[in-house]
């Protein structure tokens, strides 16, 4: 909580230079550019020119990997695909209101809002999901780990599929994606997030396969009254574990601006994985397995917790590295 | 097999359209030949040997296969020989109405008689086709001719992607490097189709194009160039790429990754270590698609590599290869201004329409198979003039 209002500040920092542009017509902030007059009320500034001091400026605020940042904010506004957008930007050109947007995200970028939430998108895998202010953002690692659990499922029968903790969809819209063969359930304890998946999930059309409920996990009342007695093939989960001693020391972008129940793991980053194993200690199949993206220090301690606390439950199967050889994603079998 | 009988039936049917224009290298392939006359035979000859001894030798039993045509195409032609009433025995028929009738009845028997050599003759064809390749990578680069000719190389690569698409293969593309004002400079597909070679091996060499750019603003008319390769994938040729062997480097290396943090850079770099070949891409904003394209990528490299090496021995030794991995060649010019596109190779080869060519749908299909029916020509005209029989090779 404590950290919630400490943090609140920078956030309407950031907003209020979000939108600080928009309304104020035009102003000149393009004035210090070099500007083409081409006809009389249309002014074609060369996107080279309108990059003019910005990597300068987003390394001085802390940004790291500028161009690339930049490369995203620019295709944004010139509403392109990413990938159609030439690295040395010849031939592209911003229009006044153009170069207005550019300004104003550069400017929110540099008060350290992540980019995929001014662009308003993000591509995992092989889809394109919208983001929304406060909702985790997927990450690379998440990438790999989807990878590893769709091989392991591509040949199989029909899946009935769980995951905890939905946030945007990324995990489970892009499994649809990519096994026609899987019906997919989350559950998610925010709102927006619960909002975003479904939004996300009928932008994809994938919605005939998925559905999503706003419910907490919590002790004794793991799952959503309507799905009490159900069971499945297969759970997945990316729950928080970032452990609370770690958040003096995350970026901005992530302490600010996500929101602090998608990442808190508690002192050791284990609370909201344990409810898990409990959860699938009732909802899983015999037979059935629960896979977990984690931090790097848990699964040898989730192995123990398996020999120790679940014996005859649930079963360790093995752990995974994720692309950059740290050993984060571990597979359980309920006996 | 079905796909087999069905493009015997086009190539059939082709034999027909083009039976008048008979070049000046197949005009040795004539029936009458006396050398080719031996060869049939010494082909009905091992296939009669084949028969009585293939039992368990899947080899044999695959040429055995592959004779069974000509041999067929040959017997049906001297059962229709021995229907013809002799001029011994039409002199010797005394009544005339019924000599008339057995003269027209040879008439009819002769008639048939030539229609089954054009069967023979394309069963002989294909029986040279020995080229057998599960697949192909296809190669479009752009050549002399700075922006323009990068704009034709992607006109070139939209005609083919058509084509196959035309053909029904299965393709997949490795690698993709485009400009900036929407020109191609080199794309790398694989197609996955074991007719492929064979309709696309004539397609290999050097295009020009002469136009005006559409950047030119004094009106001038350039020449520009994009050049094909062809180079076909053995059936038995596998790139196995181990894990271990690669090093794939990301920016965001250190720390403790996952929800701690939110660096975007999706760049990947991979090196294959035992070759030191280095790819990379971050021309998406998912690494995870980075690093597929990249892995592509690699695989096309390493696939060209070893191709082209292994390729080269081959070509010495394989004189029906020739030309197909000819880069240098001209091969074919698209002229604007005329409206006209040349093949170079073949007499009459000139077609007007190029947009409607450049659809890469029917008028590119029929140019490909005429080629591919000229290629055969010679090179039964080559196989039969090497030829030895096996009493000279006695001797
Ligand atoms: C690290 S995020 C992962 C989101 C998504 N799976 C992904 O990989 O992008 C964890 C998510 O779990 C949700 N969550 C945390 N505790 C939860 C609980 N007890 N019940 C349901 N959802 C929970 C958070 O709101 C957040 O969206």
Redesign the interface.
């Known amino acids: 909580m404590m950290l919630k209002l400490l943090t609140k500040p920078m956030r309407c920092l950031a907003a209020a230079k979000l939108t600080r542009y928009a309304s104020s017509g035009s102003s000149q902030p393009s004035a210090e550019h070099a500007v083409t007059e081409t006809t009389k009320d249309e002014t074609v500034v060369p996107v080279t020119k309108a990059l003019d001091g910005w990597a300068g400026k987003l390394k001085e605020a802390g940004v790291e990997d500028t161009d690339f940042n930049l490369k995203c904010i620019v295709s944004h506004v010139l509403q392109r695909k990413f990938n159609t957008v030439p690295d040395n930007y010849a031939n592209v050109s911003f229009n006044s209101s153009q170069l207005r947007d550019f300004e104003r995200f550069c400017e929110a970028r540099c008060a350290r809002m992540p980019l995929q939430h001014i662009i308003g998108e993000w591509d995992f895998m092989d889809i394109t999901l919208k983001t929304a202010p406060t909702v985790f953002i997927p990450r690379p690692e998440t990438e790999e780990f989807v990878r590893r659990v769709i091989e392991e499922y591509r040949e199989s029968e029909h899946i009935d599929m769980l995951e905890v903790g939905c946030g945007s969809g990324a995990m489970s819209l892009s499994m649809l994606h990519a096994l026609p063969h899987v019906d997919a359930t989350g559950i998610e304890r925010s709102k927006a997030a619960t909002a975003l998946a479904w939004e996300n999930a009928k932008l994809l059309g994938l919605h005939q396969r998925f559905k999503v409920y706003n419910h907490t996990m919590e002790e004794n009342k793991y799952m959503p009254e309507e799905l009490k007695d159900k069971q499945y093939d297969l759970i997945i989960s990316n729950p928080p574990y970032v452990k609370t001693m770690e958040f003096q020391y995350l970026h901005p972008e992530v302490v600010v601006y996500e929101n602090i129940n998608a990442l808190d793991g508690g002192p050791d980053g284990l609370r909201v994985a344990r409810l898990v194993f409990d959860l699938a200690c009732v909802h899983l199949r015999p037979g059935g397995k629960l896979w977990l993206e984690l931090g790097n220090e848990h699964p040898p301690l989730v192995k123990t917790i398996m020999n120790l606390k679940y014996e005859g439950r649930l079963r360790f199967v093995d752990s995974y590295k994720d692309q950059y050889k740290r050993e984060r994603f571990v597979q359980i079998e309920k006996v | 097999m079905f796909t087999h009988k069905l493009f015997n039936l086009r190539c059939r049917s082709l034999m027909r359209k083009y039976a008048s224009q008979t070049s000046a290298a197949a005009s040795s392939v004539r029936l009458e030949n006396e050398k080719l006359q031996k060869y049939l035979e010494n082909l009905r000859g091992e296939y009669y040997a084949l028969r009585v001894n293939t039992a368990g030798n899947s080899h044999a039993y695959a040429r055995m296969a592959r004779l069974e045509g000509v041999v067929n195409a040959l017997e049906r032609q001297r059962a229709l020989e021995r229907n013809l009433t002799s001029k011994h025995d039409l002199d010797k028929e005394t009544d005339e109405d019924m000599r008339k009738l057995m003269e027209e009845e040879n008439e009819v028997y002769t008639d048939l008689i030539r229609k089954q050599e054009e069967v023979i003759l394309q069963e002989l064809l294909l029986l040279a086709d020995d080229e057998n390749y599960p697949a192909v990578i296809f190669e479009v680069n752009a050549g002399a001719g700075g922006q323009e000719a990068m704009l034709f190389a992607k006109e070139l690569y939209e005609m083919y992607t058509n084509y196959f698409e035309h053909m029904g293969w299965d393709f997949e593309e490795y690698a993709y490097e485009t400009t900036?004002?929407g020109g191609l400079r080199h794309a790398n597909i694989m197609v996955n189709d074991s007719q492929a070679y064979m309709w696309l091996c004539n397609e290999a060499g050097v295009h020009r194009v002469q136009r005006v750019p559409a950047t030119e603003k004094s009106g001038r008319m350039h020449t520009s160039t994009a050049s094909i390769t062809v180079i076909p994938r053995p059936a038995d040729f596998q790139i196995n790429i181990a894990e271990k062997d690669l090093k794939?480097e990301?920016?965001?290396?250190s720390g403790?990754?996952?929800?701690?943090?939110?660096?975007?850079?999706?760049?990947v770099r991979i090196v294959h270590l035992p070759t030191g070949l280095a790819v990379e891409s971050?021309?998406?904003?998912?690494?995870?698609?980075n690093?597929e394209l990249a892995l592509k990528r690699l695989q096309a490299k390493l696939l060209q590599q070893q191709l082209q090496s292994a390729e080269s021995s081959k070509q010495a030794t394989r004189k029906a290869q020739q030309g197909s991995l000819n880069r240098n060649e001209k091969i074919r010019t698209y002229n604007y201004v005329q409206d006209r596109v040349t093949d170079h190779r073949i007499q009459g080869g000139t077609l007007h329409n190029i947009s409607g060519f450049l659809e890469g749908g029917d008028q590119l299909s029929r140019l490909i198979e005429r080629l591919q029916l000229e290629q055969r020509k010679v090179k039964l005209a080559s196989l039969i003039e090497m030829w030895q029989p096996p009493s000279d090779v006695n001797n």
């Not at chain 2, 990301?250 to 290396?253: C, D, G, Q």
């Not at chain 2, 403790?256 to 760049?267: E, K």
């Not at chain 2, 971050?282 to 698609?289: G, H, I």
């Open positions: 900036d004002i794939i990301t920016k965001r290396a403790a990754g996952g929800q701690h943090v939110n660096t975007t850079d999706s760049a971050q021309s998406e904003r998912s690494q995870l698609k690093r």
